[in-house]
């Protein structure tokens, strides 16, 4: 493991108050967000969403819901215009919110037909000012939804195979897979069979929706590693067992936001028929051993950083399976890129592209024109990623020119620039009431500057940059090769819109052998509106600076040059 994922495993001292693990502690809630679960878990709500608030509208809701149990079904109340950063944490949610809402569409495995990507469309055009956003999750989120919509929306969503079902929450959230699953020539093991067996057993399940919060979850059988499985709270990663044939690797406990650790592998071998059963075993543990008395301590891989891996495997199988699960080996440092952008051939000889927006803001107008130019191409397959991208299947080689050239019309690039591929944003002050700074639109402006200013460079690999609007890395700030947390900042005096600067960090990819955190320098920190002037400067200093007979990356680089060249 990386220097900064090992000093966080020293066990915590044992409380002297109880956390809240149902079985250790019993069940009585300590807070109020344990309370409400308590009494109505949230799935109920989607009733009362349906026959009661969407009849009476906003001002019927009652708080609980609004603020807690909505979520469940996929609904956030977003920020209301015209309150700026300073006042984030200083006003409560009734003040900060507006009658709308933020509605995020659950994509397992980022798999969509065409069909349902026009239906995504329509609805964004016809319920949410034509807004919608790809997520780093493979899910779209929709805005300026009304809850008097709700019932229609469902029904539109539900009528093609698509729905809300435990989108956000304290439940078991979108369950990312490998964009290519099934198609990729080199793909060692197609996950889909797995992904939709946990979706349709345990997506609703009563049992599990109740947990102490959000349960992230990857699998992937590609060997680019290509669904983050390191900050997941459990991830299944494709291996070859030297006797037992393909199955998983399997690895728990990752997680960013303000304190960030990442994934663990347990060092056991998971066959394909075992993963929902393990999948489940895991998901329990939190359910039942995780901390519920403080919100900010709740996530599964505090649980694992006092309990470690070997006893983390250890209860799984004692408590959970019954049985041992066997050693197995760590799967080899990926080859290739895992966002999928550009051209490739799929195993049926056919082609699979992948296209990029810029910072995931497309549009449901984007949307139904997407559906109708992969059609128009004999294509019905459409796959997000959890690099806000996009990735057209099936493709004949004699149509893959005119599919790209169809995608540049519409702001989805095959062949974009390093800088463009690279970077990511949150929804930000835009839309998010926990934001304190814009990101969408300070993003897009920089990629577009940035473009014309490296121009003349040649940048030896994609430069991540990840831009977040507050501390909670929803762009995973911690694992970009530049990342941006959005802050107040004070700037030649003055106090403006800004972010705090970490550099260096990654996930494993063909240019980094293993995960690691970025490094922070002391006072570093841009205005919002300086990004572009800051990320050129830096770039050029590492490609002033870098070791190009070594092959030297930007994060190899960040981490071993003095604080002065990061500047």
Known sequence: MTTSNTETRTPR?????????????GKA??????????VDNGLAVRERIENVYSKGGFKSIDPTDLHGRFRVWGLYTQRKPGIDGGRTATLEPHELEDEYFMLRVRIDGGQLTTE???VIGEISTEFGRGTADLTDRQNVQLHWVEVESMPEIWRRLEAIGLGTTEACGDVPRVVLGSPVAGIAADELIDPTPQINDITSRFIGDETLANLPRKFKTAITGHPSQDVVHEINDVAFVAVEHPTLGIGYDLWVGG???????????LGAFVTPNEVTEVWHGVAQIFRDYGYRRLRNKARLKFLLAEWGPEKFRQILQ?????????????APKPLTAGDHVGVHRQKDGRFYVGATPIVGRISGPMLTQLAELVEGHGSSRIRTTPHQKIVILDIPEDRVESLIKGLDDLGLQARPSLIRRGTIACTGIEFCKLAIVETKAFATAAVLDLEERLDAFDLPHPISLHVNGCPNSCARIQTADIGLKGQLVTIDGEQVPGYQVHLGGGLASDNRDEAGLGRTVRGLKVAADGIADYVDRV???????????????????AHRAEEEALQ
Do not use: C, H, M
Request: no cysteine; proline share 9%.
């Open 116 to 118: 349902q990507v026009r």
């Open 318 to 330: 004692d408590e959970y399976l019954g049985y041992a699960l066997p050693d197995g080996p760590a």
């Open 29 to 38: 809630p300590l807070n109020a967000n344990e309370e409400w679960k308590q």
């Open 539 to 557: 770039v050029k200093r590492f490609l002033q600076d870098r070791d190009a007979d070594s092959d030297e990356t930007f994060a190899q680089w």
């Open 13 to 25: 001292r044992p409380s002297s108050k109880p956390n809240g693990q149902w079985n250790i502690d």
């Open 255 to 265: 997680g960013l936001s303000a304190s960030p650790r990442l994934g663990e592998r």
